[in-house]
């Protein structure tokens, strides 16, 4: 894996319980549970008013290997794992990376920075 850091902002996500789940069964042989997070990503195109193009992109493939409560409230909390996931152009194809994310729970948003 590339040493540059990609930063995108999640706008939707699995539950409080899901992520606790994945997470239990994270290096389970014969056990998937798979969570997935949506991102958003802005291509190199531009509309007809010269804004770029904003595409969700899907987080697939999510090993959840640590979670850290953030906050007083059981709602936030930081994430730190792989996943996989398509950010083109920026890289060729997708692959898979390394993870970290500051994720809301009940808002079922946050940020994901992947390595």
């Known amino acids: 894996m590339t040493g540059i850091q990609r930063n995108f902002k999640i706008t939707s996500g699995p539950d409080r319980d899901e ?3 994945a997470c239990k069964y994270a290096y389970e042989k014969g056990v998937v549970f798979p969570v997935q997070f949506v991102i958003t990503h802005y291509t190199r195109t531009t ?12 987080v697939t493939d999510i090993k959840v290997v640590g979670i850290e409560h953030d906050s007083g409230n059981g709602q936030v909390f930081k994430l730190r794992g792989y996943c996989k996931v398509d950010i083109r152009p920026l890289e060729n194809n ?11 729970t009940q808002s079922r948003r946050g940020t994901i920075t992947l390595e």
């Open 47 to 58: 509309d007809d008013d010269g804004k770029k193009s904003v595409v969700p992109k899907l």
């Open 19 to 21: 992520l606790f789940t």
């Open 94 to 104: 997708d692959r898979m990376y390394k993870f970290h994310a500051q994720y809301n």
